[in-house]
């Protein structure tokens, strides 16, 4: 998966934890995706569900440090964790 791609999901996937709706791309066609029902409180919306991130790369590292509230990583080989 290029980062371009992977920048793509994981956004859609903070935005979705976070409530929100999101844009998913499948076959070349976008799509508008949200949970259903939340007023039924099938998903609990009020308790932030944290969002780790994988990279190894500086700009995986930078992904993380953007929209994800951690970095999980081996070696940090793309530069400093600041």
Do not use: C, W
Request: aromatic share 8%; glycine share 10%.
């Amino acid at each position: 998966m290029t980062l371009k791609r992977f920048e793509a999901h994981a956004r859609s996937v903070r935005n979705l934890l976070e409530g929100k709706d999101a844009e998913y791309e499948h076959n070349g066609a976008k799509h508008a995706i949200r949970f259903m029902l939340t007023e039924k409180g099938y998903r609990n919306l009020r308790d932030p569900i944290p969002m780790y991130i994988a990279g190894y790369g500086p700009r995986a590292q930078a992904l993380a440090g953007e929209i994800a509230d951690g970095l999980t990583t081996h070696i940090p080989r793309g530069g400093s964790l600041e």
